[in-house]
C-alpha cells in the first residue's frame, strides 16, 4: 500500500476508524495458525495488524481485502485484539483514499450500487418482491406476528430465491401471519460495512430502520445471518432493538411447538455448514441441527471442522462480491470435507454459503453427487404437499 499520509496519521485514523485494538497484539502469530487463508496461500492477518498499530505502508492491498471476517482468530487471541474490527479499519481507510486493487474494485461497484438502488447486484428495487409472485404473500402490517426480511440474495438471486419461496410456504403451512416489505426493503448493510464504507451502511441502516418503524415492526425473520447481525448488533448502535430471530430458530420452534408437521421420510445422509456468522459471531449451532433430528429417515453426520471450527465458506467481508481464484477457495476445501462423510447432501442457513458452494460444485468433476440445500428447502421437502425437489 503506497504511503498515503504521515505514519502518525494513519496510526491516528485506524484508532478512530475501531481499530484501536491493534496496539494490544504482541505477534504472538496464532491467529495466521487458525486463518483458513493459511489452507490455501500464505497469508498472514498478524502482518496487517502489525502495519495498523505501526502506522506503516508495507501492507499489500490484497491482503487488505482479503479477510473474510470469519470470526476464527479472535477465538484464539490471548490479547484481545479485535483482528475483524482492525482489519475493517484498514479498509475505511483505504476505500476514502479510493485504494482498490484487483477484484476488489468490485467492493466499490457494489457500495455504488447499494447507494443507488439498495441492492449490491444493479436490480431494480421495484422488482425486489418479484420472487413471491402467486405466492401470497402480503405487505407487513402493523399487528401482523413478524416480518420475514428477504435480503438482498433471497430477493434476485435465482438459486437463493428458491430458498425463499420454501420460506414463504413453510410460514404458510405453519400458520404463521407474517409479510415482506417488497421495495421498500433495503440491504442490510452488514457486508458493505465489513469491506469499509461505512457512509453505505449507515444510510442503509437508517432507511430499514424508518421502514421498520413506521409499520410497527416487533418481530424480524431474517434467513440470512449477516442481515441477523446487522440487525441484533449493528442497528442496536442506533438506539432501536428488534426481536430477531433467524430461520433456523424459528423453524426450531415451529417444529417443537407443533406447528409444523415434518411426516415425510427423507431417507439421506447430510451433513450441516455453520455459517461463519451464525455459528461463531452468534453462537447459534443446536438449532439447525435439532430441526434436521425432527426430519425422519435423515441421517447427519459431521465434517471435520465443525460446530466453533467450521470452515468458512470464503464469502463474508464483503468476500461474495470479489472473484477468488480456483485453488484459493474454502468453498472448494469445505466440498471435500462434506464428500468424506459419505453424505449425499449439504445443508447450510445462509445465502452466501448456497452461493459459493453451489460455484464450487459445479466445477467439481464428481459436483452432481453431491447435493447443496438450504435448511428451509429440507423442511419444504419434509412436509407433505410443500416439498420443492
Not at 401471519?177 to 458493505?192: K, P, R, T, V, W
Amino acid at each position: 500500500m503506497e504511503t498515503v499520509a504521515p505514519f502518525a496519521e494513519i496510526v491516528a485514523a485506524v484508532r478512530q476508524a475501531g481499530g484501536e485494538s491493534s496496539q494490544l497484539c504482541f505477534q504472538c502469530g496464532k491467529c495466521d495458525v487458525v486463518c483458513p487463508w493459511n489452507r490455501v496461500r500464505d497469508f498472514s492477518i498478524r502482518r496487517v495488524v502489525r502495519e495498523a498499530s505501526l502506522g506503516l505502508s508495507e501492507i499489500g492491498l490484497d491482503d487488505i481485502w482479503r479477510c473474510t471476517t470469519c470470526g476464527t482468530c479472535p477465538a484464539q487471541c490471548p490479547r484481545g485484539v479485535g483482528q475483524i474490527e482492525v482489519s475493517v479499519a484498514v479498509r475505511r481507510i483505504a476505500t476514502e483514499y479510493g485504494e482498490f486493487a484487483g477484484s476488489a474494485k468490485k467492493i466499490r461497484a457494489a457500495g455504488m450500487s447499494l447507494a443507488s438502488v439498495g441492492n449490491p447486484l444493479s436490480q431494480d428495487r421495484s422488482k425486489r418482491a418479484a420472487w413471491a409472485d402467486g405466492l401470497g404473500v402480503k405487505p407487513y402490517t402493523e399487528g401482523m406476528e413478524l416480518l420475514f426480511f428477504v435480503g438482498c440474495y433471497g430477493s434476485f438471486d435465482p438459486r437463493v430465491r428458491k430458498v425463499s419461496v420454501a420460506v414463504a410456504k413453510i410460514l404458510q403451512r405453519a400458520g404463521v401471519n407474517f409479510g415482506i416489505l417488497g421495495s421498500d426493503e433495503q440491504c442490510c448493510g452488514e457486508s458493505i460495512r465489513k469491506a469499509g464504507n461505512e457512509e453505505v451502511f449507515r444510510a442503509l441502516a437508517k432507511a430499514n430502520i424508518k421502514a421498520f418503524i413506521d409499520r410497527g415492526v416487533r418481530r424480524i425473520l431474517v434467513a440470512s445471518p449477516h442481515c441477523y447481525q446487522a440487525f441484533k448488533h449493528d442497528y442496536a448502535e442506533f438506539m432501536v432493538h428488534f426481536e430477531v430471530v433467524h430461520l433456523a430458530e424459528l423453524l426450531a420452534e415451529l417444529v417443537a411447538d407443533g406447528r409444523l408437521k415434518l411426516t415425510r421420510p427423507l431417507p439421506k445422509r447430510v451433513t450441516y455448514h455453520d455459517p461463519c456468522y451464525l455459528g461463531r459471531h452468534n453462537g447459534i449451532y443446536d438449532a439447525p441441527r435439532s430441526v434436521l433430528a425432527s426430519v425422519p429417515g435423515l441421517d447427519l453426520v459431521e465434517m471435520r471442522d465443525h460446530r466453533q471450527n467450521s470452515l468458512c465458506c470464503g464469502g463474508g467481508g464483503g468476500r461474495i462480491w470479489m472473484e477468488t481464484p480456483k485453488g484459493e477457495r474454502f468453498a472448494d476445501l469445505r466440498l471435500a470435507q462434506a464428500h468424506e462423510t459419505g453424505a449425499s447432501l449439504l445443508v447450510t442457513s445462509c445465502p452466501y454459503c448456497i452461493s459459493n458452494f453451489e460455484d464450487s460444485r459445479l466445477g467439481m468433476a464428481d459436483g452432481d453427487a453431491l447435493e447443496v440445500k438450504d435448511l428451509a428447502e429440507v423442511v419444504a421437502d419434509a412436509i407433505d404437499g410443500v416439498g420443492t425437489s
